[in-house]
């Protein structure tokens, strides 16, 4: 067993929606039914019923909110299906009360044409830890850097799982994915490689 990468989910809203920072707390009170509008949220936001869109019935994403945030039984949440993630990021771009759930792949290849279409009729979520955050700095948007170091929350482990009773194909592509190359490539699909290098820089202005 090779741990290869870390991978993350992304939340995404409407480019209207006032509410694009987020608590885990919030997330939880979202996905077990307990917040159904968006003025629960904030008495500003007038998008009303909440509609959280999943890739599919049978979404891993799904599986992986419901076992992060512990939901059990059956919830009163407004969950639906859209078929794929590219379904995901069309329904929100048209439905102001939405909130997707997808890979942070989808959103994170800033070379690639498509995401960056998909950027400019979007909003991506800053999720935070704190139940009270003190300022915005306290949220965190699912950068790989911020992925690397833990403070984005909604990440999840990806590992090669080798069942071959000896060197074999299976054996060398994991060799390969664990390697300089394989890692760079992981790097560049936007999810954060096992092995590899972190700068983070941050950029302040400066008044006197």
């Known amino acids: 067993t090779n741990h290869v990468a870390t991978d993350a989910i992304a939340l995404i809203v409407h480019p209207k929606n006032p509410d694009s920072l987020l608590t885990e707390k919030?997330?939880?009170?979202?996905?077990?039914?307990?917040?159904?509008d968006w003025k629960q949220l904030s008495s500003k936001n007038k998008?009303?019923?909440?509609?959280?869109?999943?890739?599919?019935?049978?979404?891993?994403?799904?599986r992986y909110m419901n076992e992060h945030f512990a939901i059990k039984g059956k919830t009163t949440a407004n969950i639906y299906a859209a078929?794929?993630?590219a379904q995901v990021i069309d329904y929100v771009q048209k439905t102001p009360n939405a909130i997707g759930v997808i890979g942070v792949n989808w959103v994170s290849d800033k070379d690639d044409p498509q995401m960056l279409r998909f950027l400019k009729k979007i909003r991506v979520v800053g999720v935070?830890?704190?139940?009270?955050?003190?300022?915005e700095d306290d949220y965190f948007q699912p950068f790989q850097a911020y992925i690397a170091t833990g403070d984005y929350p909604l990440t999840r482990k990806l590992y090669i799982i080798s069942r071959e009773p000896r060197t074999g194909l299976g054996t060398g592509f994991s060799a390969f994915v664990c390697s300089d190359k394989g890692q760079r490539i992981i790097l560049k699909s936007g999810i954060y490689p096992a092995n590899a290098p972190i700068r983070i820089i941050k950029l302040k202005n400066n008044k006197e």
Do not use: C, Y
Not at 26 to 36: D, N, R, S, V
Not at 128 to 135: D, I, Q, T
């Open 83 to 85: 078929g794929g993630n």
């Open 47 to 62: 998008a009303g019923k909440i509609v959280m869109v999943f890739d599919n019935n049978a979404s891993s994403n799904l």
């Open 26 to 36: 919030q997330i939880k009170a979202i996905l077990e039914g307990a917040h159904k």
């Open 128 to 135: 935070a830890k704190k139940e009270k955050p003190e300022s």
